[in-house]
């Protein structure tokens, strides 16, 4: 069964950093499209990250140059480094997983990943 689980999540002032896990179990981690999405209060889910099967990265615009997506195979986990966090950063953060999917707008399929964590919170001060 697969199984994904968030931490790292906090209260930061603008300005500060985070690093958000996400450790997997349950599955051949490095077959599966990977991704970070977030849903900040009151708006819909969005994406924020994404590492392709072939190891390729993809960031929305709004955290490009400011988050890195990256994972660690060996660990099963998955991390998001967020530096220069704003407030409009404020959200829910999941990681996301799936074995099959295949488009080329992953960041806009959050539908479509068969696998989520519980989320872990990020709440940034101005």
């Known amino acids: 069964q697969v199984q994904l689980v968030e931490s790292g999540g906090g209260s930061v002032q603008a300005g500060g950093s985070l690093r958000l896990s996400c450790a997997a179990s349950g599955y051949i981690y490095s077959s599966y499209l990977m991704a970070w999405f977030r849903q900040p209060p009151g708006k819909e889910r969005e994406g924020v990250a994404v590492?392709?099967?072939?190891?390729?990265?993809s960031y929305a615009d709004s955290v490009k140059g400011r988050f890195t997506i990256s994972q660690d195979n060996a660990l099963n986990t998955l991390y998001l480094e967020m530096n220069s966090l704003k407030p409009e950063d404020t959200a829910t953060y999941y990681c996301a997983a799936d074995p099959f999917l295949t488009t080329r707008q992953p960041l806009r399929a959050s539908k479509l990943f068969r696998h989520w964590g519980q989320g872990t919170q990020v709440t940034v001060s101005s």
């Open positions: 590492i392709e099967r072939d190891g390729s990265l």
